[in-house]
């Protein structure tokens, strides 16, 4: 079935980016585990160079695997194209590397992932690029930050490890207004939750290691938009070899099957793990866009279709937080999110340890901030174990 075939999520996961017919009628892709592929002739090779024939050569410039892999990304997204990367971060220098030169300036939304944060920090400024950081995610400290310089506007949403919700209509506008164009991380969101490039991003990025692939088995990253934007994206990929092999894509299409699923179990998780918190005597605030509480909620109403399974709560202090991450019993202390499996940390051990403590509480991530992936697992035990763990705070 190509790509984009099926009207809804759920068939488009399971179906896109392969085609059994063209593979001797398996179910399942295969996995051509090959870095070199043979042409018949000096003809056939030249005219798969040239693009006239579909065919492969060499599997840093393309491989099936991947490539059916993209194709289904894509059509998840309900993008044109996508491009595949080893990791997130790859993706993230990826998708910036044909945007930016020296010279150039990025307009960074403040909070965002910490690895983000050190790759604008350290890594841009190296490259002649100048990053400015908005002083909140309103789009009129956006606006503030944007000169006539300004090549790209930078947003993660939802947030991680705040979860807020970014304006994305009001940021394109925004961009398109200065002649930027709007890179958006959709990983919380991911394409069932939220779809940036129909609320006008050029380009969204994932780290298809978390819900996309969803199962902890595989480092992935992805770019999906216009084949306009794709096409110079995959160009710079072929040069540095930032490609993700054929094993690992195999492992994000089977993860991508599921992931409509795992992704409304997510969503049922998060609100009421999210609720028994904010109930909570010993809990002093909650982040979750799901609660009528939060800030964002009513942004988050209108331009997202589930509010996901990650959130973030408040205790009274570092030895309170570090109490209820070391007792719990089935959250796993770990760094990443999107799994089959919850997980608990600090962000301050975890997507932030790269973060100064001074940036982290200029960014609002207090010592007594808590992390929780909420996994598929039955919710009341998920709730029990938390409850358990909150018990023995003193």
């Known amino acids: 079935m190509s790509a984009g075939a099926g009207d809804r999520i759920g068939t488009r996961a399971v179906h896109s980016g392969f085609e059994p017919a063209e593979n001797l009628g398996a179910v399942t892709p295969p996995i051509y585990q090959s870095a070199t592929f043979l042409s018949a002739d000096t003809a056939e090779l030249e005219a798969i160079n040239e693009g006239k024939k579909r065919g492969f050569v060499y599997s840093r410039v393309r491989n099936p695997t ?88 930078y947003a993660e949403t939802p947030t991680n ?21 709007l890179v958006v991380d959709g990983t919380l969101g991911g394409p069932m939750n939220q779809r940036p490039l129909e609320l006008g991003a050029d380009l969204v990025i994932h780290s298809a290691t978390k819900y996309l692939n969803g199962h902890g088995d595989v480092l992935a990253g992805a770019v999906a938009g216009s084949r306009k934007l794709t096409r110079s994206i995959r160009t710079l990929q072929q040069a540095s070899g930032a490609v993700i092999d054929p094993n690992a894509a195999w492992l994000l299409m089977r993860g991508m099957a599921t992931y409509p699923l795992r992704m409304a179990q997510h969503n049922l998780g998060g609100i009421e793990v999210a609720r028994f918190l904010a109930a909570h ?114």
């Open 66 to 153: 991947v490539l059916a892999a993209e194709q289904r990304l894509a059509a998840l997204e309900e993008a044109e194209s996508a491009v595949l990367f080893a990791s997130g971060m790859a993706a993230v220098a990826g998708a910036l590397a044909p945007l930016l030169s020296a010279g150039d300036e990025l307009v960074a939304l403040p909070d965002i992932y910490g690895g983000s944060i050190r790759y604008f920090n350290e890594m841009l400024p190296r490259q002649g690029v100048t990053v400015h950081w908005a002083a909140s995610p309103a789009p009129q400290d956006v606006a503030a930050c944007i000169t006539e310089k300004t090549k790209v506007v």
């Open 161 to 181: 490890p705040l979860v807020r919700v970014v304006d994305l209509a009001a940021l394109s506008a925004l961009a398109r207004e200065a002649g930027a164009l």
């Open 281 to 394: 005597p010993k809990v002093t605030k909650v982040h979750y866009p799901g609660l009528p509480e939060h800030p964002d909620h009513e942004l988050a109403r209108q331009q997202m279709s589930g509010f996901g399974g990650l959130l973030s709560f408040e205790l009274a202090d570092a030895a309170h937080a570090r109490h209820v991450v070391d007792a719990t019993r089935l959250f796993g202390i770990g760094p990443s999110i999107g799994g089959v499996e919850s997980l608990i940390s600090q962000p301050g051990n975890t997507s932030h340890h790269s973060v100064t403590a001074e940036r982290r509480r200029e960014m609002g991530i207090s010592d007594g901030l808590v992390r929780v992936s909420v996994g598929i697992e039955t919710i009341e035990d998920l709730i029990a174990d938390l409850a358990q763990a909150l018990e023995g705070c003193r």
